[in-house]
């Protein structure tokens, strides 16, 4: 296994490879059925999926023991997650997967602007300049797909 202090680039290319397999999966599946509809699918095979995972692990714990600040923090995050789901899937619905993609990791940016804003994070120089070549890309790949 990977040292603790880059355990959590692994984490993250597997996240980017599992996301990426997402927006194609997703194109294919959504395919004749209501974005909205084909949202409520995916959450309840996440939910099973998830929920049998935690009981193998041995990592079930009472949610009762979760202090109302996790939880109020964990509902507002579900609540965000089930909205960008909904919006992510309409866009797949009627735009490319290759369109939709790269304005929905615009989201790289916000992360970094918001974790700046709310969570005192400070980004270095270089950190920036790279946070600043993505909003590049991404305006790059999202005027080139809408100019004919």
Same mark, same amino acid.
């Given at each position: 296994?990977?040292?603790?202090?880059?355990?959590?680039?692994?984490?993250?290319?597997?996240?980017?490879?599992?996301?990426?397999?997402?927006?194609?999966?997703?194109?294919?599946?959504?395919? @004749?059925?209501? =974005?909205?509809? !084909?949202?409520?699918?995916?959450?309840?095979?996440?939910? #099973?999926?998830?929920? &049998? +995972? $935690?009981?193998?692990?041995?990592?079930?714990?009472?949610?009762?023991?979760?202090?109302?600040?996790?939880?109020?923090?964990?509902?507002?995050?579900?609540?965000?997650?089930?909205?960008?789901?909904?919006?992510?899937?309409?866009?797949?619905?009627? @735009?490319?997967? =290759?369109?939709? !993609?790269?304005?929905?990791?615009?989201?790289?940016?916000? #992360?970094?602007?918001? &974790? +700046? $804003?709310?969570?005192?994070?400070?980004?270095?120089?270089?950190?920036?300049?790279?946070?600043?070549?993505?909003?590049?890309?991404?305006?790059?790949?999202?005027?080139?797909?809408?100019?004919?």
């Amino acid at each position: 296994m990977l040292a603790s202090t880059q355990s959590w680039f692994f984490w993250a290319l597997l996240s980017a490879c599992f996301a990426a397999l997402t927006a194609i999966l997703a194109k294919v599946g959504i395919q @004749g059925v209501d =974005s909205d509809f !084909a949202t409520l699918i995916r959450a309840m095979f996440i939910v #099973v999926v998830l929920a &049998a +995972f $935690v009981c193998w692990a041995g990592k079930w714990s009472d949610p009762r023991a979760l202090s109302g600040k996790t939880i109020t923090f964990l509902g507002l995050s579900a609540l965000a997650t089930g909205a960008s789901w909904v919006c992510y899937f309409r866009a797949l619905q009627i @735009g490319d997967a =290759s369109k939709v !993609a790269p304005v929905d990791k615009f989201s790289l940016v916000l #992360v970094a602007v918001f &974790a +700046f $804003v709310f969570l005192g994070e400070r980004p270095s120089g270089r950190d920036w300049l790279g946070i600043g070549l993505v909003t590049a890309g991404v305006l790059l790949l999202a005027l080139k797909r809408q100019l004919p």
